[in-house]
Nanobody, 131 residues
C-alpha cells in the first residue's frame, strides 16, 4: 500500500527556515510526481510546489506557486525515497498545515497543481511562523 508521511514542521520566527520531509513507502517516488500543499485555518487548501516523477534519479522538473517561488525549494533523495521542501525566508502567511501527496498517474512529465490529480496523502505537519 503506497504511503507518504510528512515531518519537519515546527515553530519558527519570520525570516527563518525549515525543511519538511515527505517519506514515501510502497512505491518508488522517482516514477511519481509528489506535490506539497498547505491549508491555513479557515482557508482552502492551496498548492505549494511539486516535483515530477520521470524515472530519473537525478533530474526532475519542478514547479512552484508564485507565493513561494524564490523562497522554497523542492528536491528528491532517491536513495531515501524522500522528497524535501526547503523553506527559507518564512513569513507569517506561510503558517499552515503542510501536506504531501502522490500523483495518481506515474511518469507525468509536468507535475500538477490540481489536488484532484493526487491520491495518497499524508497526515500533515504544522508550520507556524511567528515572533
Amino acid at each position: 500500500q503506497p504511503q507518504v508521511v510528512e515531518s519537519g514542521g515546527g515553530l519558527v520566527q519570520p525570516g527563518g527556515s525549515l525543511r519538511l520531509s515527505c517519506a514515501a513507502s510502497g512505491f518508488n517516488s522517482i516514477y511519481y510526481a509528489i506535490g506539497w500543499f498547505r491549508q491555513a485555518p479557515e482557508k482552502e487548501r492551496e498548492w505549494v510546489s511539486c516535483i515530477s516523477g520521470i524515472g530519473s534519479r537525478t533530474i526532475a522538473p519542478t514547479n512552484y506557486s508564485d507565493s513561494v517561488k524564490g523562497r522554497f525549494t523542492i528536491t528528491r533523495d532517491s536513495d531515501k525515497n524522500t522528497v524535501y521542501l526547503q523553506m527559507n525566508n518564512l513569513k507569517p502567511e506561510d503558517t499552515a498545515v503542510y501536506y504531501c501527496a502522490r500523483d495518481i498517474a506515474s511518469w507525468r512529465t509536468v507535475c500538477e497543481a490540481d489536488d484532484s490529480k493526487y491520491d495518497y496523502w499524508g497526515q500533515g505537519t504544522q508550520v507556524t511562523v511567528s515572533s
